[in-house]
């Protein structure tokens, strides 16, 4: 990465009038949460701007173009990993796999195998987001950075919107400060500034499967959990359907619809019923899960009935039970061992194939991975815990353990659990890179030393940044060209930027450790 050292000098005066440039258009433009620990009534009352950065954060524009160009080919991977049912059963089964020792898991896998059989809905529907780190290898001699990736995510794959208004954001401050105040010239010009259409891409994959469904007066449901702060990401993408694709949105709990949803005994159509009738039920067309992902979206057997019955419906489902399992960590580090890839990407697959060096590419951004299902994983995973860190079948952030919290971690792990997790070779990102974070209430007084008096000024730090890429894919039976096997349609669907101080190692901007950025691209 050939950027001068980030960020350009900025005087406090600049720092403080970058501060309310960017808080005034973040409150303007519905880059938002609601507050924390406020009561949040039916009707919100109140809002605060998302965690967001002052500057764009430098990426290798080769890394960048890369990332959206293997896009395509994770879309693929995934949908076929969903529908190869024999090795969801054999990787993350109750039977054979992780879900044996892991109860979420093995909830999810029995749900869907008691109903698999008389599926409904042969079409599934992935809104997905890959994310990757920059990576320098040691004793590299000063060689560039490579592109690592740290998960795929086939569920509840946030922040698209905001993602979208940030990158706007830079634009933005670009604009009214004269490329912020002449800083970096050589970086800080239009041209490096790339396009962010995520907001409209995420919501063609979700109006794509609603043409799918067959039924234009149907709506889509958003499955959300209570109290979601991070409600206007969701809004967005509610709005961008409605407004250029006439689909109304419905938004309910796991809870909420364990009361209001039923099927239709002839059709098995999701049907969501008024909570005061004689109003006619809404015919769902797709279930959108922004919800269910961690356990605690699941507080009683209800919820699990629910989300078992949204399955049963003929509802398109985003993601299905198979492609949300598809998602874990441990499938993640199965597909490292050798021939797995070929498995779903090569022949004899029916589909589409690719050739090995397009299957080098996926692989060359992979760090080593391992199983600590047997002792020779444990023991190797206590070797070079400084370089490792432990990741379990959960998302949403703040799973992992990291480094030297690892020892101690096994010894207490009881080994009939050391199947429900995975050892992966951390990703170290350069050193270098910094920026100022604002968020809303945080430390900081403006002049960017993070020394203030609460007043939600920005901070300056040393920094990690995290690249995430969207894809879409509707995929299984009478898609496409392979409409026998199950075909997939998909695109790459726009781009994410998280940065983070370079002391945390949890990532999420939902769970508190991450700011809203956006990319400059460098040479």
């Given amino acids: 990465m050939s950027s ?4 350009p000098t900025l005087t406090p005066e600049q720092i403080s009038a970058l501060t309310t440039l960017a808080t005034t258009y973040a409150l303007s433009h519905g880059l938002l949460y609601l507050p924390p620990g406020a009561p949040q009534p039916p009707a919100p009352t109140s809002a605060i701007h998302a965690p967001l950065s002052l500057l764009p954060s430098p990426f290798p524009r080769a890394l960048f173009d890369h990332a959206h160009k293997i896009a395509s080919i994770y879309n693929v991977l995934y949908a076929r990993i969903a529908m190869d049912w024999a090795f969801l059963d054999d990787v993350m089964g109750a039977e054979r796999g992780a879900g044996q020792v892991d109860a979420f898991v093995g909830e999810l896998w029995r749900g869907w195998k008691s109903i698999r059989d008389d599926y409904p809905q042969p079409l599934h529907l992935g809104l997905f987001r890959s994310d990757y780190l920059l990576h320098t290898s040691d004793g590299d001699g000063g060689a560039p950075p490579s592109l690592k990736q740290v998960e795929f995510n086939t569920i509840s794959s946030s922040f698209g919107a905001l993602s979208e208004r940030a990158a706007a954001l830079h634009r933005y401050l670009l604009a009214a400060t004269s490329s912020y105040f002449g800083a970096s010239p050589g970086v800080l010009k239009p041209d490096n500034f790339p396009p962010n259409e995520t907001t409209r891409g995420l919501a063609e994959g979700l109006a794509t499967a609603h043409a799918a469904y067959g039924n234009p007066d149907a709506s889509i449901l958003f499955v959300v959990q209570p109290g979601e702060r991070n409600v206007f990401d969701q809004r967005w993408l509610e709005y961008e359907l409605l407004e250029r694709h006439h689909i ?8 909420d619809l364990s009361a209001s949803a039923s099927l239709s005994p002839t059709t098995h159509a999701l049907l969501l019923h008024p909570s005061h009738p004689p109003s006619p039920p809404t015919e769902i067309s797709v279930v959108y899960f922004r919800a269910g ?3 605690s979206d699941f507080p009683h057997p209800a919820t699990y009935t629910a989300r078992l019955l949204l399955e049963r419906s003929r509802a398109i489902k985003c993601p299905s039970l198979p492609l949300q399992l598809a998602g874990a960590k441990k499938v993640q580090q199965v597909l490292t061992l050798p021939g797995v890839l070929e498995r779903f990407l090569q022949p004899p697959h029916p589909g589409k194939t690719y050739r090995d060096d397009e299957l ?8 080593g991975m391992w199983a600590l299902d047997d002792d020779g994983g444990v023991d190797r995973a206590r070797k070079e815990a400084d370089g490792l860190v432990l990741k379990p079948q959960r998302e949403g952030g703040g799973n992992n353990v990291y480094r030297s919290s690892i020892p101690g971690f096994l010894d207490a792990l009881p080994r009939e659990e050391h199947k429900a997790w995975i050892a992966m070779e951390l990703i170290r990102p350069p050193d270098g890179a910094g920026n100022y974070l604002v968020r809303a209430g945080g430390n900081g007084n403006g002049n960017g030393n993070g020394d203030g008096d609460g007043g939600g000024g920005a901070v300056k730090a040393d920094v990690v940044s995290e690249l995430g890429v969207f894809g879409w894919a509707l995929f299984g039976a009478g898609v496409g060209e392979e409409e026998e096997a199950g075909g997939v349609k998909e695109a790459t669907a726009g781009w994410l930027l998280r940065t983070k101080g370079r002391e945390s190692d949890e990532g999420g901007v ?14």
Avoid: E, I
């Fill in 4 to 7: 001068p050292s980030w960020p």
């Fill in 248 to 255: 109304r949105v419905l938004r309910q709990t796991l809870s």
């Fill in 360 to 367: 080098a590419d996926l692989r060359a951004g992979w760090m």
């Fill in 293 to 295: 992902y961690t356990p």
């Fill in 510 to 523: 939902a769970a508190g450790f991450s700011v809203l950025d956006s990319v400059v691209l460098v040479d």
